[in-house]
């Protein structure tokens, strides 16, 4: 049995959501999850069982969110955003329980940090994403790294902690180079309709500037441009 609240929206009985937090239409909120006051979850969004969304978290819209994610307070998510199960994003970075002449610390005791996750962009299951940070759009995150830097748009991370390994098409699709100082600003993608089979990464005669390399999603068909 679930509770329908409109026509266009779903949340679980056992989950709890103030009523001073705002969710999209057709967004579905399941089992046990709890979304807390002033936070805001968009537009066609799934929110998976056992989430913790703090106050005044932010969340676009068409977001999906794995079982147990954990996001506290200072976490903004854009649109299309996929958070695998169990991603924890923190908001301190020095924590401490007590001061250090041992009271315990209040929320004047501490600094609040931010991250940003930007358009499309994904996070594997189990990654930590340490405060201050920001995500870039359409940038991967690998299952379990741990990342306390920023994140390159398209950029795909792994590790602990988490290093740039390689670039990822819109589709998710790693790029055929995983040498990163070979790729040029992956955020202007060439719009495409070449003359060439799928599955073919073409050199600069007559498709380029001497020196780059063409290539051709093989999921997606998009086409990118990268520097030799």
Request: with cysteine.
């Amino acid at each position: 049995m679930v509770i329908v609240l409109t026509d266009m929206m779903m949340i679980h009985p056992t989950a709890e959501v103030s009523p001073q937090a705002s969710i999209g239409h057709d967004t579905q909120i399941w089992n046990h999850t709890q979304i807390r006051e002033r936070a805001v979850v968009g537009s066609q969004c799934v929110v998976g069982r056992d989430v913790y969304i703090d106050v005044d978290v932010h969340i676009g819209d068409r977001v999906k969110i794995q079982n147990s994610a954990l996001l506290y307070r200072g976490v903004t998510i854009a649109d299309g955003v996929f958070i695998g199960p169990r991603v924890c994003f923190t908001n301190d970075r020095y924590p401490r329980a007590i001061t250090p002449s041992g009271t315990l610390k209040t929320t004047d005791d501490w600094t609040q940090g931010e991250i940003f996750v930007e358009y499309g962009a994904s996070i594997g299951a189990g990654a930590i994403i340490v405060t201050g940070v920001t995500i870039g759009r359409f940038a991967m995150v690998a299952a379990g790294a741990v990342v306390t830097r920023d994140v390159p748009p398209h950029g795909l991370v792994m590790g602990v902690p988490a290093q740039l390994v390689n670039h990822v098409c819109a589709c998710g699709q790693p790029l055929p180079c995983n040498d990163t100082n070979r790729l040029s600003d992956l955020a202007n993608v060439v719009a495409a309709d070449p003359p060439q089979p799928r599955r073919t990464a073409y050199t600069h005669a007559g498709y380029g500037n001497q020196g780059s390399v063409k290539y051709l999603c093989d999921v997606c068909d998009t086409l990118w441009e990268m520097a030799m």
